[in-house]
């Protein structure tokens, strides 16, 4: 600013010295000269106030000079102001520079303010007023520096090419902005596209050292934007060996593209390595450049880091950038992440070549990967069109082959329009194990139907045969035995049987073929077949326990059949093999052998082997018959007693549990008479209606007993009460009573259920109080149950209950409990039935089945206190198998899950291990994984889930859920790549179960912020020239 007020002291002299006032030297004189001394050291408040006191003196006498200098004065009191910052300075000094143009008395005041409007960084204001001055009339010196003032002003609005006039006029001049001018006027060239003029410019700049360290990135940057690779890599490598130039990084990313352009990565690799470790966020080109060089140069982890930030990125980047990442993933052994990458590949349009080539690899690394139903999709969506549709269809079905989701394989290939030979071949195999699942669910109609569909598919003799045997099998537990027999005949015409499964083989065709012929009471055809059997499993050697249980069976038959031919000789053979290997159904041998002994009247080797019977198989199904045996033979030989101790030995062991009690009571009461000992007849008598008897079994025992006190003791009055104890029982109406009772009996044997529920009926209402009435509801229960009636069926059954004595309570509680709890669903019922049935039955095997059914009623109901006593039971029975006790540990561990009980509920789930095969036990690998990850045990967790899916391929739905159990653990190691996967993996192949997509959208949006929140990708950057952020000095 000295210079300037100099200029104006000096013109103010120059003024003065022209016109010498006879008032020279005056006081008042010395007042202005004084305000200049003040002004020219920045003493700005003492020079206004000297400037005013100047201003307010009484008017010289030489009124020319005062005035002039009265004019400055005022003029430099107001730029005095200005730097004081007074208000309205700045508006009064416009205002006098206003009033005084075109006068050059108003220039040093324009200058002044224009300096002023550029240090407080008012560009626009600095260049109005400078567009007031006459520049031209400065010297050289004070032009260049309000050029370049007004030139930086312009330059910083962005009008460059104004910048540029005002620069040009003074860039020759030496001194204090030469390079500053220079500098600037490099950019300006730059931004005005004279990209030569600007090089020449900076190259000025750079020989002082204010500039000297920023000019080489500015440099590189105009090499690099007008594709001058060869001469940005000399500039910029020689740049690099002076330590003090700016912006390394970024010229080592300009030269690792330079290179990178000249297709020369091993040069550009440690440029962008270095570059890379410095700088975190990068433009996608950057990132791709960045990433390719490394993959080139095999730095494959390197390579990944920068592929993976431009992964999602929606452009042909990011289709290369996940392709090559596919390839280094591959490289790494990585199969699981590559097999994302080429996912993501094949989703996008931009190459379509590499589209194509990628959908493949990603279906094929799916396929090996055992992920099937993704791999299924993922092969199926290969057009038909491409190079490697042939391939795909090929390994389709081997996956298909391979795939537990049997209705899926068969839903995808059905809709195929093409069938190869491999997919009809595998279709074939799928309806078969479709067929296997109906089978085993008890499903005869579905079962059979996939049977009859896998036949259409004749690729493989054995698929085929085996549909054959199992469709005949059907028709066999259908009790259609002329179909089942035909279905087997077509088996055996097919002549050399091939390599089928053990449960199809011939072995078991013949056994089964046996059967039916069985059942048609045809014993001589039926003998032919189980003596095949038996040959079969001789040729074989079947050495597993099954095949000889069902041998054993095979002699049996044949035993039975020979029986009923009385071909008796025959017959002891079959039987006595059983006995003599000790093989099971060796109690039934024993049983039969003693009967046939009788037959052949051999009485007392019929006893002998009868009693080896009781002896040695305490627990046979076949001890009361035997009794019952043993006490007749003694009665047809006349030992009375020791066919009476026989009779009540059955007494003593199943007094309340065999249909055979009562009739040993009858048959020792009869004994007892004979022998004259009426008090142990009446006992016996007694006995009997005491005992749940059957309608029959009661007139045996009141009729014994009218004979004892009407006929021989004479005491009707004793018989009558007996008669008056007995509930519903009137002599009279008996006949009556059992005629009625017997036709509906009959129709329900004959499967006229329609018929036998009018018959019980009209029973019912003509015998209020029938003897026979627990037993009508019951059968009546019975035919409306199979004509699925069951809320009538449960009335009836309900009614049976009330009468704990009937001799079908069981039956009937069993049958409530069935009904409430599948079709009725009243669980809170159906667990009342469950635990009284357990609690009454004396069968294993049916406290069993009561228990899996209190278990699950009580889950039903919320009832935990029943889920844990009824679990513990299941987990200590000896009979329990291990999918009971896992059913058992699932129930107990989903009550304590949902309890919160987590510890407790994660001892249960882990029961279970990996060996059962129910959709309760891959619920419970999930929940597993869920408490796992709730407890913060996230490495044991992915190891978890990863083996869960391994294990749960039969039920795609928990795999899923595990899947996004799986997302939530790679979000939670930042492994936001993985997550996707998971997660878009869900959607794509379950879009069809609105629960699974509203839980993997849910996770998405959350993974879609941490993305964003997460991302390295810097703005997209411009054409423009990137400044060093420093201001200018």
């Known amino acids: 600013m000295k210079r300037f007020t100099t200029l104006f002291i000096c013109l103010s002299f120059w003024s003065y010295g022209q016109s010498q006032s006879p008032f020279a030297g005056d006081n008042k004189e010395e007042k202005f000269f004084e305000g200049s001394y003040f002004f020219d050291h920045s003493l700005y408040g003492i020079s206004a106030l000297t400037y005013k006191d100047y201003i307010n003196t009484p008017k010289s006498s030489v009124e020319g000079n005062f005035q002039k200098l009265k004019n400055e004065a005022s003029f430099n009191n107001e730029i005095a102001e200005l730097y004081l910052e007074l208000p309205q300075a700045s508006n009064q000094l416009h205002y006098s520079i206003d009033k005084h143009l075109p006068d050059p008395v108003a220039l040093p005041a324009i200058l002044e303010m224009g300096r002023y409007f550029y240090n407080q960084r008012e560009y626009k204001n600095c260049v109005a007023m400078y567009n007031k001055a006459e520049f031209n009339l400065l010297p050289s010196a004070d032009q260049v520096e309000h050029r370049f003032n007004k030139g930086y002003c312009l330059f910083v609005m962005k009008e460059f090419e104004k910048a540029k006039q005002e620069f040009l006029i003074v860039k020759k001049e030496m001194g204090l902005y030469y390079f500053h001018i220079h500098y600037y006027l490099g950019l300006s060239e730059y931004f005005t596209g004279n990209n030569s003029k600007a090089i020449q410019n900076f190259q000025i700049a750079e020989q002082t050292g204010i500039y000297k360290p920023y000019i080489p990135y500015y440099i590189c940057q105009i090499y690099f934007k007008e594709g001058k690779n060869k ?62 060089t490394f993959y080139k140069n095999e730095k494959y982890d390197l390579a990944i880091e920068e592929f993976d930030a431009i992964h999602l990125e929606k452009s042909e980047f990011g289709q290369l950038a996940n392709y090559y990442l596919a390839d280094c993933y591959l490289k790494k052994s990585d199969n699981k992440s590559a097999r994302i990458a080429f996912k993501n590949v094949s989703q996008m349009d931009y190459i379509p070549s590499m589209k194509h080539e990628a959908a493949f690899n990603y279906a094929k690394l799916t396929a090996e990967s055992g992920i099937e139903r993704e791999a299924i999709n993922a092969l199926e969506n290969i057009e038909e069109n491409s190079k490697y549709y042939k391939e795909s269809r090929d390994i389709l079905a081997d996956v298909l082959e391979k795939s537990a989701d049997l209705y899926h394989v068969i839903s995808i290939i059905e809709k195929q329009k093409k069938l190869t030979p491999k997919l009809k071949a595998v279709l074939q195999k799928a309806h078969l194990q479709a067929g296997h699942k109906s089978y085993a669910d008890q499903n005869m109609t579905s079962s059979e139907q996939h049977y009859t569909k896998s036949l259409q598919y004749p690729e493989s003799e054995i698929y085929e045969t085996e549909a054959i045997f199992w469709i005949a099998q059907i028709k066999q537990n259908t009790m259609m035995y002329d179909a089942s027999i035909q279905q087997f005949d077509k088996y055996f015409n097919i002549g050399k049987i091939p390599s089928v499964s053990p449960e199809a083989s011939p072995f078991m065709a013949n056994y089964a073929q046996g059967y039916n012929y069985l059942k048609k009471l045809n014993y001589k055809k039926a003998l032919e077949y189980f003596q095949k059997t038996i040959s079969l499993f001789q040729q074989n050697s079947f050495s597993s326990q099954p095949w000889k249980n069902i041998t054993s069976d095979a002699y049996i038959r044949s035993g039975d059949c020979a029986f009923k031919e009385r071909d008796y000789v025959q017959a002891r053979k079959y039987y006595q093999t059983v006995i003599d290997k000790k093989w099971k159904y060796e109690d039934y041998a024993l049983y039969q052998k003693g009967l046939l002994l ?100 009661t007139q045996a025992a009141v009729t014994g007993l009218e004979e004892i006190y009407m006929n021989d003791l004479g005491k009707p009055d004793e018989y009558l009460a007996i008669l008056e104890k007995l509930p519903n029982y ?38 209020p109080k029938g003897y026979y009435k627990s037993n009508a509801f019951y059968f009546r229960a019975e035919s409306r149950a199979v004509l699925k009636k069951y809320a009538e069926a449960l009335d009836d059954y309900a009614f049976v209950l009330l009468d704990s004595g009937s001799s079908y309570y069981e039956s009937a509680l069993k049958k409530a409990a069935i009904i409430t709890f599948n079709h009725t669903q009243d669980f809170k019922q159906s667990f009342l039935y469950y635990d009284k049935y357990f609690q009454i039955s004396k069968v294993e095997s049916e406290k069993l089945w009561a228990a899996n059914g209190a278990i699950r009623s009580a889950f039903k109901n919320n009832d935990k206190n029943g889920v844990q006593n009824y679990g513990e039971k299941i987990l200590s029975m000896n009979s329990a198998d291990q999918e009971d006790k896992a059913l058992a540990s699932y129930f107990t561990g989903k009550m304590l899950y949902n309890e919160k009980q987590l510890d407790q509920a994660l001892t249960c789930f882990q029961k279970i291990g990996n060996d059962i095969n129910l959709s309760q036990a891959a619920e419970a690998r999930f929940w597993i994984g869920d408490i796992l990850i709730k407890q913060n045990k996230w490495e044991e967790a992915e190891i978890h889930c990863n083996n869960s899916n391994e294990v749960n391929k039969y039920y795609p739905y928990w795999i899923a859920r595990t899947v996004l159990l799986l997302s939530d653990i790679y979000v939670h190691k930042k492994d936001l790549y993985s997550a996707r996967a998971a997660i878009e993996a869900v959607l794509e192949n379950f879009g069809d179960d609105a629960g699974l997509v509203k839980l993997a959208k849910e996770r998405l949006a959350v993974l879609e912020t941490l993305e964003k929140d997460n991302s390295k990708i810097k703005a997209k950057p411009t054409n423009q020239l990137i400044l060093d952020n420093r201001k200018n000095e």
Do not use: C, W
């Open 730 to 767: 009137k002599a009279n109406d008996y006949s009556a009573d059992s005629l009625h009772f017997k036709v509906g009996e009959v129709r329900f044997l004959n499967g006229e259920y329609e018929k036998d529920i009018e018959s019980f009926t009209t029973y019912i209402q003509k015998f």
């Open 598 to 697: 009788g037959l052949q009247n051999e009485p007392y080797e019929k006893i002998v082997v009868l009693k080896e019977l009781t002896s040695k198989f305490k627990n046979s199904e076949y001890l009361d018959l035997s009794y019952i045996q043993i006490g007749d033979t003694y009665s047809s030989l006349n030992s009375l007693d020791n066919a009476y101790n026989a009779y009540q030995d059955l007494v003593k062991k199943f007094g309340t549990t065999s249909e055979l009690a009562n009739e040993a009571r009858l048959k020792s009461a009869l004994i007892a008479y004979n022998k004259g000992d009426l008090t142990v007849a009446i006992k016996q008598y007694k006995e009997v209606l005491s005992n749940k008897p059957s309608p029959q079994e």
């Open 231 to 292: 001469e940005l890599i000399v500039y910029g490598e020689q740049s690099l060996k002076n330590q003090t130039i700016k912006n390394r990084n970024q010229i080592r990313l300009l030269l690792g593209q330079a290179y990178f352009k000249e297709n020369d990565l091993v040069m550009a690799l440690p440029h962008f390595e270095s570059y890379s470790k410095e700088v975190t966020e990068k433009s996608v080109e950057e990132f791709y450049q960045i990433g390719y």
